[in-house]
Nanobody, 124 residues
Framework: QVQLVESGGGLVQAGGSLRLSCATSGRTFSTNIMGWFRQAPGKEREFVACIAWRGGITNYADSVKGRFTISRGNAKKTVYLQMNSLKPEDTAVYYC?????????????????WGQGTQVTVSS
């Protein structure tokens, strides 16, 4: 099993920044792709960004491209999501996820492991 724990959420004004962290533990060797997803009230969970542990290849949703940056630490321990120029529509619970496949995945159903989520609220 792989355990994922998100942190770094909070309340921020529009135009501000936050950095989310996802700490991994357990059988992390079974994950190859790490992703961030978000879910706003009354909406479906949506893809935000993903990164490959090996090579660092990234993929972003169009809605966050140019504002958010996903990165990884060493030894498959931590994944980050730097969020700049935040907008009220970015308000959601943000989830970290791990996938055992080798190709970047944008579909939540492809991911095997999930964290509990961290709330991000952007005020106007």
């Amino acid at each position: 099993q792989v355990q994922l724990v998100e942190s770094g959420g909070g309340l921020v004004q529009a135009g501000g920044s936050l950095r989310l962290s996802c700490a991994t533990s357990g059988r992390t060797f079974s994950t190859n792709i790490m992703g961030w997803f978000r879910q706003a009230p009354g909406k479906e969970r949506e893809f935000v960004a993903c990164i490959a542990w090996r090579g660092g290849i990234t993929n972003y949703a169009d809605s966050v491209k140019g504002r958010f940056t996903i990165s990884r630490g060493n030894a498959k321990k931590t994944v980050y999501l730097q969020m700049n120029s935040l907008k009220p529509e970015d308000t959601a619970v943000y989830y970290c996820a791990g996938d055992s496949s080798y190709l970047p995945q944008r579909e939540s159903a492809e991911y095997d492991y999930w964290g509990q989520g961290t709330q991000v609220t952007v005020s106007s």
